[in-house]
């Protein structure tokens, strides 16, 4: 931890303390006789019960000093370096102490810090606020819901359902949670292939899908025993999940965010296992390397290979699933 400024910067604390601020910090200028740019008397170095009352010469302008008896002499930081009874390192860190000075390589340490925080800070600051309603009325009969072969125990786990209008109009809506199991925003399927200029996923304009890891809030009491089984999508987390493997979440994507690094880390701790589930495809290929890079650090990972032909893991059958595990 480096709370205290480390960098003694010599030049700086030259520049901006004087001799005579310096006598002042030792309260020793009242006991000096002021004449033109010099002060002199007892010289506060050497044997305090020194008679030559003129032995101590400081110069106010060039700031130096010296002593005619004990000969010693020299600047501002040689002369809290003898008062101390440290050397110069340690008195240029004293003087930087009690005159404030932070050294220009602090100055650049603190700006670097600030700039790799403050874009983290922001996201901090702006997660996704709770939603203040929920949405009713949902047809969980779906066609669309049956047809990707989602059971009734898993439609009603993860509170899927048909959306007739509003917010999510003709679509099959995916409710998103925190961490902490707020409810955040709803994610739109469209059942089916979306006609053109529609996408397959609608989300709300505000919501900031790389600040959640979906499903993390149902899975993290099991993350740090069982590990956790990283995938893309909603419907590879249902699929996963009701083959068995409850301990599944998804980026919503291929790319990970600092922030999901951070979330899915902290649910598997230290030394803790996850297992990268990607789709065969060249995005899912891309976006494992990407996991993994970001991952191997810090937890044990273990790649997954669907192996070719755009295999996904939405659709793969439970003992295909429990193979590959
Ligand atoms: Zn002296």
């Known amino acids: 931890m480096r709370s205290k400024s480390v960098w003694v910067d010599f030049k700086e604390i030259k520049e901006k303390v004087s001799m005579e601020e310096i006598l002042d910090h030792y309260g020793l200028v009242k006991s000096l006789k002021r004449k033109q740019n010099e002060l002199v008397g007892f010289c506060p170095i050497h044997d305090r019960k020194c008679q030559n009352k003129g032995c101590f010469c400081a110069n106010t302008t060039k700031n130096n000093w010296h002593c005619f008896s004990c000969e010693a002499g020299g600047n501002v930081l040689d002369f809290v370096s003898l008062m101390e009874g440290v050397d110069i390192r340690q008195a240029g860190l004293l003087t930087q102490k009690w005159f404030g000075i932070v050294s220009g390589e602090d100055r650049k340490l603190a700006k670097e810090k600030e700039e790799v925080e ?4 922001k996201e901090k600051e702006a997660a996704n606020p709770p939603l203040t309603f929920k949405l009713k009325t949902l047809d969980f009969k779906h066609a669309y819901l049956k047809e990707r072969g989602l059971k009734k125990e898993t439609i009603k786990e993860f509170g899927l359902g ?34 053109k200029g529609e996408l397959k996923y609608k989300l709300p304009p505000k919501f900031k899908k790389s600040l959640v890891v979906f499903n993390l809030n149902r899975v993290k009491d099991m993350g740090e025993d069982k590990g956790l089984i990283l995938v893309e999508d ?22 990970m965010s600092d922030e999901q690094e951070r979330l899915i880390v902290e649910a598997v701790g230290e030394k803790g296992k996850i297992a990268l589930m990607f789709d065969s495809g060249e995005a899912g290929k891309c976006g494992s390397q990407d996991a993994l890079a970001r991952l191997v650090s810090q937890v044990y990972v273990k790649l997954i290979k669907l192996g070719e032909g755009g295999l996904q893991p939405d659709s793969l059958s439970k003992e295909k699933i429990n193979n590959l595990l």
């Open 162 to 195: 048909y959306c007739k209008r509003g917010l999510m109009e003709r679509r099959v809506v995916i409710p998103i949670h925190n961490e902490k199991g707020e409810l955040i925003a709803y994610a739109g399927r469209y059942p089916g292939d979306p006609p």
């Open 234 to 255: 909603f419907f590879d987390v249902f699929n996963l999940w009701q083959a068995g493997c409850k301990n599944v979440i998804a980026l919503m994507g291929t790319s």
């Open 118 to 121: 403050r874009p983290k800070r």
